[in-house]
C-alpha cells in the first residue's frame, strides 16, 4: 500500500537522543508534550549569469531550521541547552559563557485522523541554534506556556537531514518500534542482499 493522502492532525510523540561525550549516541528518551513543529530549509544557489541576467539557477538545500514549541522534561531541557551541575551542590545546575548543548537525534510521530495514519519522521543531527532559554513565567494563567526551542538539523554521514515513513507503507516492525528509542541511519538503510 502506498499512502497518497497525509494530513497531519496531531502529534502524538517526540523523542530525542543525546551524543554521549564519546562520539555514541545513548538511548532516545520522551521529549515531551509537543504543541509546534515547524522546519524550513536554508538553501544555497547557484547560478549562470549572462551579463546581468540569470540564465540557469540551482538552488540545494543545505540545512533545516526547526522551530519547536512544548514541555519538555527537565532533564531533557538540561541536557538541549548544556547546563551542568559540575562543582556545584546536589540539585544546582548552571549555564554560562561556555555552555554548549548536547548535540541530538529528534524524532516525531504525526497522526492523520481523518485516515487513520501515522507518519515517523526524524531530524539526525540536530543542534540547538537558539542559545539558552527560559520558559516564559506568568502568574495566575489558565494555560501554563510553552517552551519554543529552535534548531538545526545538518547532513548525517550519508547526506541527509530529514527522513519520514508513513508507517502503513513500511514493512519491517522493528524499524516502527525503534525509531524513537534508536534512530539511525543502518535503521533505515536498506540492506542488500546476495
Known amino acids: 500500500m502506498t499512502v497518497t493522502v497525509f494530513d497531519t492532525t496531531d502529534i502524538s510523540h517526540a523523542g530525542i537522543r543525546f551524543k554521549q561525550s564519546d562520539g555514541t549516541y545513548g538511548e532516545g528518551t520522551d521529549f515531551g508534550l509537543v504543541g509546534t513543529m515547524e522546519g524550513e530549509g536554508e538553501v ?3 547560478q549562470k549569469m549572462q551579463g546581468a541576467r540569470i540564465i540557469k539557477q540551482k538552488s540545494k538545500t543545505t540545512k533545516i531550521a526547526v522551530t519547536v514549541s512544548g514541555h519538555i522534561p527537565v532533564q531533557v531541557a538540561r541536557d538541549y541547552f548544556g547546563m551542568t551541575n ?3 551542590k546536589a540539585g544546582v545546575y548552571s549555564a554560562g559563557i561556555n555552555t554548549l548543548g548536547k548535540d541530538f537525534i529528534f524524532t516525531v510521530t504525526a497522526v492523520d485522523d481523518f485516515e487513520g495514519n501515522k507518519k515517523l519522521m526524524a531530524f539526525p543531527n540536530c543542534s540547538n541554534s537558539g542559545g539558552f532559554k527560559i520558559t516564559p513565567l506568568e ?3 489558565e ?3 510553552m517552551l519554543e526551542l529552535t534548531f538545526d538539523s545538518l547532513p548525517d554521514s550519508a547526506d541527509q537531514f530529514y527522513y519520514e515513513a508513513i508507517v502503513a507503507d513500511t514493512t ?3 524499524l516502527v518500534e525503534q525509531w524513537h528509542t534508536n534512530f ?3 535503521l533505515v538503510e536498506l540492506v542488500e542482499t546476495v
Do not use: G, I, M
Open 139 to 141: 502568574a495566575a494563567v
Open 44 to 46: 544555497q544557489s547557484v
Open 86 to 88: 559540575e562543582k556545584l
Open 143 to 145: 494555560e501554563v506556556a
Open 184 to 186: 539511525s541511519r543502518e
Open 172 to 174: 519491517d516492525p522493528t
